[in-house]
């Protein structure tokens, strides 16, 4: 098990946001460093997909995760758990992180010894979606009881992330859930985004995630100009 | 079916929220109106609790819901389907409502007829904890697929509340969720608070919440000077 502190962030004084997050990104490309932004409702199921992920890739990758929360700790005590760098960031109230302070929170992490570095974001579908933190790809997953129903109710978080992983799939059966209907719904938003059905629980559908974000990571890598 | 109109509101002007929900409460008061904010993550299953409970209640009391979204129209259909006053609120991208918001929606309702009011707010268990609608009282719905340790991560929405449906728990076998330790957390927040293990889809427990919702309406119009 990893160590890891506490950091209180401070709402960023940039009135620019998305000029702020460009700047990072651009940063991050050049010391060759990943930012995978992931989101989601609360209780999704965000750490223990993450666990299950930095299991199958700690051995060929250096990873990094940043757990934002209103408050407590439990979700980097479970991340430390699988031995990867972590840090929890409390936002005090706010319920998003933007650029400056996911900046704030990769200085707090310390990134020089790493490839790949994770924010889990605050669990809430709609303000992170309207803030761009400077990651090099956003990912969300929708977990089966939350509905089928959500990407026509929480249209720009479907819309801006890069990959959606539908979550608890092991639990199709006891929910009114259409996981073709659904499907159908999010590529109306967003023809681009990949789709993985997974169950964090039962492991089904991290490997292909894993394989998914790996490759990213070396395309990432690769493009210094991309 | 009732039918019902989409109202686009408008981001309030006034910066003294508190001022402006106490203010819209005294109003509500003096035209026996009570107005119930009820709150949860997305897919917790508000609409489905509502539906059910408004059909227990509709014999006894006049009911009108507003329901508030960032987009699309699916709640208010699915209200309009039990016979209540339905409207559908859009925020604007906006990620919860305040009083002036509040009042807004209680306008394009019109409440002259109407005993009772439900807002449903947007889904987030973050930003509609910071921010007064004007309403009699809050509710909030957890549903156990989001996991029991939700009031370590958002207290604020479980300190505001005066009663708290832990929804789906026709669902506990298939989770970890302990329901025991859950209720301990949340008194520890907010001792006061009432907590009513329900299934909206099965209807257990929907019979206390409505009761519960009668007396305080009973109880709103009793006491004039409350």
């Not at 940039?14 to 992931?38: G, S, T, V, Y």
């Not at 989601?40 to 990873?63: A, F, Q, W």
């Not at 990949?194 to 089904?204: H, L, N, Q, V």
Request: glycine fraction near 8%.
């Amino acid at each position: 098990m990893s160590e890891f502190r506490i950091l209180e962030i401070k709402q960023s004084i940039f009135e620019n946001n998305n000029k702020q997050a460009d700047q990072l990104r651009e940063q991050l490309k050049k010391e060759d460093l990943f930012l995978l932004n992931l989101m989601s409702s609360p209780g999704s199921g965000k750490t223990t997909t993450l666990t299950k992920t930095i299991n199958l890739l700690k051995s060929e990758l250096r990873i990094g995760v940043m757990e934002a929360d209103i408050d407590s700790d439990v979700d980097a005590v479970t991340i430390a758990k699988t031995g990867a760098k972590v840090i929890q960031l409390h936002t005090g109230g706010m319920c998003h992180l933007d650029a400056g302070m996911t900046k704030q929170g990769l200085e707090g992490l310390g990134t020089n010894d790493l490839d790949l570095i994770i924010l889990e974001n605050v669990g809430n579908l709609v303000c992170p979606a309207e803030f761009d933190t400077g990651s090099s790809k956003n990912a969300m997953i929708l977990s089966v009881p939350e509905g089928d129903d959500k990407p026509l109710k929480y249209p720009l978080m479907f819309q801006i992330c890069d990959v959606l992983l539908i979550n608890k799939i092991d639990v199709l059966s006891v929910f009114d859930f259409d996981i073709e209907l659904c499907k159908e719904r999010v590529l109306k938003l967003n023809p681009k985004i990949k789709i993985i059905p997974i169950s964090a629980r039962t492991g089904e559908g991290i490997p292909e995630f894993a394989q998914w974000l790996k490759t990213e990571v070396q395309n990432w890598k690769g493009n210094p100009h991309e």
